[in-house]
């Protein structure tokens, strides 16, 4: 009997995703997302070595590759209670520093950057800027992740225990010659975004979310590890609280996985696809955080650390997750400096450890698109259970148990729409998250009429 394989999709992105929104009178009165691939990850970590799962979930993403690597690897060490080298800190901050200023400034020039007539460039200058100045730096971004970790992207030098790469005086040049391009780069080009936003007020009106926003906190300071460049917190309805990781739920009711899928991530079950259930429209679980939606990313870092104040009346918006990658961009590229230069040559990358034969650990982060947490159950000296909640997941959740919107869901409620066959803000709103997967937005009006637009 003759079988059909489809693969579909094929592609070099970061998956997909759909948005359907309802217009009425011009504007968006109802949203739902749908994240339509299935991962799966945690499916395959069971089982293994716990020192496979750094490797293995560093594939989870072709850009935050090493985001997911190091949260991996410190959820193994907290499981073994593993004391890491500052040598080893201070590279883990320099690889993620690489890699957010990489993944902010192709967001800001080529993914976002057009939505806004790339910052009053025009065409002819876009293509010139992209040529001449963002895949250089791109390229320089790559190369400091090589020096430390092999290569990039998917390098190996990340483990539990440290770092792969001894420092040594020419590793520590190479470096600082690469982030003088690049803050050169970031000088010369950054105060084009600001100016462009300073005169656009308009975008603080729409896209406002759930004004929730939490991070676990990145940068730790090598001397002193509870101190970290972007905090740690929560801010839930304008009041700042301290994180309580018991509190991190993920609800399933809307999702294509069984009921019993969700709960705390420490102790649910590893993903349990169930395709088609009634009520469920994505892939994507909802992360929630006492139980309401929080937004994560640039935005939440800037305002937990209390490094940004938003300017829209409304408490965040377009133009705020804009000017806070940016100016997030511009902190981070002077940090590098730091941490570079408090490289200790030849001094201890790695501590030694035994992989224990049962623990359980947790893996807190920030990738450049927000909270990354992993969790691991060590059993037998092997995986038993295993969970990943990506920052992209609590920013594109569906509705919870309770109905609760997802942030972007919720951010889209209010959106003029004055042309439903060019629904440029709606693609605004969506790409200010800079959601990890690849967008098609549906917009339905209340006569029932239905007008399907692909957003490139």
Same mark, same amino acid.
């Given at each position: 009997m003759p079988e059909t394989i489809t693969i579909d999709p094929v592609v070099r992105i970061e998956g997909h995703l759909g948005i359907d929104v309802t217009v009425d009178k011009g504007e968006v009165i109802d949203a739902h997302t749908h994240g339509t691939l299935f991962r799966g990850a945690e499916i395959i970590l069971v089982g293994r070595d716990p020192r496979d799962a750094p490797t293995i979930t560093s594939y989870i993403c072709g850009v935050c590759v090493s985001e997911h690597q190091l949260a991996s690897a410190f959820s193994?060490?907290?499981?073994?209670?593993?004391?890491?080298?500052?040598?080893?800190?201070?590279? +883990?901050?320099?690889?993620?520093?690489? *890699?957010?200023? /990489?993944?902010?400034?192709?967001?800001?020039?080529?993914?976002?950057? #057009?939505?806004?007539?790339?910052?009053?460039?025009?065409?002819?200058k876009w293509a010139e800027l992209l040529k001449e100045v963002v895949i250089p730096v791109q390229v320089n971004c790559h190369q400091i992740v090589a020096i430390w970790g092999g290569r990039s992207p998917h390098y190996y030098a990340t483990v539990a225990g440290g770092e792969g790469v001894v420092p040594k005086s020419e590793l520590i040049g190479m470096t600082l010659a690469r982030m003088n391009l690049i803050k050169r780069t970031i000088d010369e080009?950054?105060?084009?975004?600001?100016?462009?936003?300073?005169? =656009?007020?308009?975008?603080?009106?729409? !896209?406002?979310?759930?004004?929730?926003?939490l991070a676990y906190g990145v940068y730790p300071n090598p001397d002193n590890l509870e101190e970290r460049l972007f905090k740690r917190g929560v801010?839930?309805? !304008?009041?700042?609280?301290?994180?309580?990781?018991?509190?991190?739920?993920?609800?399933?009711? =809307?999702? &294509? /996985?069984?009921?019993?899928?969700?709960? =705390?991530p420490a102790v649910e079950i590893p993903p349990e696809?169930?395709?088609?259930?009634?009520?469920?429209? *994505?892939w994507a679980k909802?992360?929630?955080?006492?139980?309401?939606?929080?937004?994560?990313? #640039?935005? $939440? +870092?800037?305002?937990?650390? !209390?490094?940004?104040?938003?300017?829209?009346?409304?408490? $965040?918006?377009?133009?705020?997750?804009?000017?806070?990658?940016?100016?997030?961009?511009?902190?981070?590229?002077?940090?590098?400096?730091? &941490?570079?230069?408090?490289?200790? #040559?030849?001094?201890?990358?790695?501590?030694?450890?035994?992989?224990?034969?049962a623990a359980a650990g947790m893996g807190l982060w920030e990738a450049p698109r927000g909270a990354l947490g992993h969790w691991i159950t060590i059993s037998g000296g092997k995986i038993e259970r295993y969970q990943v909640i990506t920052p992209t997941a609590w920013n594109v959740s569906p509705r919870d148990d309770l109905g609760t919107l997802g942030p972007i869901e919720e951010a889209l409620i209010g959106v003029p729409v004055p042309? $439903?066959?060019?629904?440029?803000?709606?693609?605004?709103?969506?790409?200010?998250?800079? #959601?990890?997967?690849?967008? *098609?937005?549906?917009?339905?009006d209340t006569n029932g009429k239905r007008n399907e637009v692909k957003i490139y």
């Open positions: 193994l060490e907290d499981a073994a209670k593993v004391n890491i080298p500052r040598n080893a800190i201070l590279i +883990r901050n320099i690889i993620e520093g690489a *890699t957010t200023l /990489y993944s902010h400034l192709l967001h800001i020039f080529v993914l976002t950057g #057009p939505d806004y007539d790339l910052y009053g460039l025009g065409n002819d080009y950054g105060p084009l975004v600001l100016g462009y936003l300073d005169n =656009h007020p308009e975008l603080q009106d729409f !896209g406002v979310g759930p004004t929730n926003f801010i839930t309805s !304008g009041v700042p609280q301290t994180l309580d990781t018991q509190r991190i739920s993920e609800d399933v009711k =809307h999702s &294509w /996985y069984s009921d019993r899928s969700g709960g =705390h696809p169930a395709y088609g259930k009634q009520g469920a429209y *994505t909802a992360p929630r955080y006492y139980g309401r939606p929080h937004e994560v990313g #640039p935005l $939440a +870092r800037m305002m937990i650390s !209390g490094y940004y104040t938003p300017k829209s009346k409304h408490g $965040a918006s377009v133009y705020d997750r804009l000017m806070a990658r940016l100016l997030e961009t511009i902190k981070i590229s002077q940090a590098m400096f730091d &941490w570079i230069g408090m490289l200790k #040559p030849d001094e201890s990358v790695y501590e030694p450890y035994a992989t224990p034969s042309d $439903a066959k060019n629904p440029l803000d709606i693609v605004r709103v969506v790409r200010s998250y800079d #959601p990890c997967l690849a967008c *098609t937005v549906h917009l339905i």
